[in-house]
């Protein structure tokens, strides 16, 4: 009976076996890597030649805020995050977007002869034939090809890729029509009748390209490593080494200018923030001083009590903080949300002030009804008039400002035009590939192997599905060359190892192999013996002859009968044999004298498959198969068949009739679930399989083994 086993070891990973299959498979590794080594050079090789040139900028810390300098504190976050700051500052679209427009980088321009190049590999100095200011096209026509043809020094045309006129005019003026094409060219200096091919691309897909390669970096002191010195590295790589030092030298010019550019922006609107509170500060000025003159006039009060006047200065004093407090606040919330810690701080700083404002109002309500009436509305003319005094001085310290701003980024140095290309360090390209091809090739290989596991243990059956293994059968390289001679030139019979072997040793399996049979066999009445397998490639007919070449030498009578009627292949082995055969017999147009064969090993007899018919199940399911089975017993000691694969139902049919079954398996052929749910299906049938015999099993497969040789599949 078939069971299931539960152990582990069909599914668990062998590193021995792993390793043994890189082993095996390390030709197909070491070409893989010499693949990937060749590809790496030729696309390294193809490449072409790159420049690089260096920016060196100084980073200022010069950070003020909109009313004057912050505190201590907040200086020193600003110094510890200017540089990351000013270095993404730097690859943003605010400063590269004005670089890509400067130098006009997305607009391609070639000639016929070099069109078909890549965008940036192309030969800038074609920008010298025309110097085009403004090309704009609709977003459905980027990337495709524009021909611009300069009639002459002063008239020029633009065509589209289907040769239709969209822009005719003057060099110098900008171009337009109603489609959203515009083009404006500055200078021509090429020969007349030139044509130039233009491509406009986005600007944002450029802007990204030149972010990937440029390389910003921080400068540190050898001495002090973690000191913080302010100096940024701009480095860029491009085929055209002038046009390295273009895009270098105005991403530094861009950078600085939109710096002070900001700063300006900065200052100017606070400046008007301060002007616009200005007048209010003043009107209110001087409706306090009137109420105040007033009240003197009427009172006759000029002089306040020192109590009086001590509650009045203080109480000034907390109104004017107040008063600073909210400017401040209310300028910084242009900038930044209610969450920002300045203005959160702010926010606690006033809801402080106006607490002590509560509790000086509140000894002020103990003063008579006049002082405290004198003491409002002088209090009112001292705050406004400080708080006007204080705007005043802010509005002329941003004038300063704003005329003489300086950006907090300096160029310490240009880029210069690099002599030398970049070395493309083909030996250790090479190296790092061919370690990489390796590496690649082991890992398919060893995922190949994982993903489709086979059975290369011998034992396999015996410990998952209960079926004896009999005899494991090695490789044998003399039987492969014979082997492959027989099928390249078909002028001679396949030799039996058993036979024709000089070297006993190779033949201790199959001895081995006849005794084991012989001890089954001892008290059975018939014996006939059937060989299966599961697929055609594991020697299962090879086995089949040289046992029966063996069992004759005891000089016993031995049947071979070929009962694979679709693909019999023992004829190769015995080319005299008639060609009638079993099917002949089985259908009354042959005698069993006539179709048995008297082969060249004494006492070994042969009975070939026969004429082939696509019935043959309904012939071997007859009474006349079984009662020939019967008379072939009788007749011959050993009666061995050679039957079809086990999915066939001929082999199904013969085994009913046989005392052994046995299964024939190639080592690193067979998938554990395709051999369990075969044998399974064959156990459903009625079919018993006695036994297996492992074959195609390698030396160095053979743990353990006495054998040092084996032979390949036929």
Partial sequence: MITQSTQPAADAINLHLLYRSLFENKWRIIIMGFITLFITLAYIVLLPTEYKAHVILQIHHKTLNSLGALTNATNQINEEESLPMQMAFIRSSLVLGPVVDNLALDIETSSYKNSWLPFLLKDHAIHNKATIRTLQVPMSYLQKPFYLKLIDSHHLQLFDEGNRLLLSGAVGQLLKNDQGFALQVDKVLSPHETTIVLKKYSEIAIINHIRSKLVVTELSNPSHLNKNIGLLQLSFAHPDPKMVVKILNQIAIVAEQKDSELKALAANNTLQFLMQQLPIIKSSLREAEAKLNHYRAISGKIDIKLQTQYLFNHLANVDKQLEEIRIKRANLLQQNTSFHPFIRSLTKEYQELNKKRRQILSQIKRLPAADQVALNLARDVEVKSQLYMTLLNKIHF?????????????????????????????????LVSLCMGLLLGGLVNLCWKILNR?????????????????????????????????LRFKNNRLPLLSIDAKNDATLESFRMLRTILQNKLATAEQKIITFTSLSHDVGKTFITANLAALLALTEQKVLLIDGNIRFGE?????????????????????????????????????LASGYFVKNSAD???TDRFKDLLKNMAKSYKYVLIDSPKLSITDSVIIAKYAQLNLLVMGANKHKAKEVAQTLKLAHHTGIMIHGTLFNHLKPQNMSGSAFDFA???Y
């Fill in 711 to 713: 032979y390949e599949v």
């Fill in 570 to 606: 023992l004829r190769n082995y015995f080319p005299g044999a008639p060609a009638q055969g079993l099917t002949d017999i089985l259908i009354g147009q042959a005698d069993l004298g006539d179709a048995v064969f008297k082969t060249t090993v004494p006492h070994l007899f042969f």
């Fill in 619 to 621: 012939l071997l399911i």
């Fill in 454 to 486: 086979r059975i290369d243990d011998p034992e396999w059956t015996e410990h998952n599905l209960q079926i004896a293994h009999l005899i494991t059968l090695p490789y044998i390289q003399e039987q492969t060359v014979n082997s492959k001679a027989y």
């Fill in 398 to 430: 941003y004038q300063v400002i704003k005329n003489g701003i300086v950006s907090d980024i300096s160029i310490l140095s240009l880029a210069q035009k690099p002599e030398m290309p970049l070395p493309k360090r083909l030996p250790l390209i090479g």
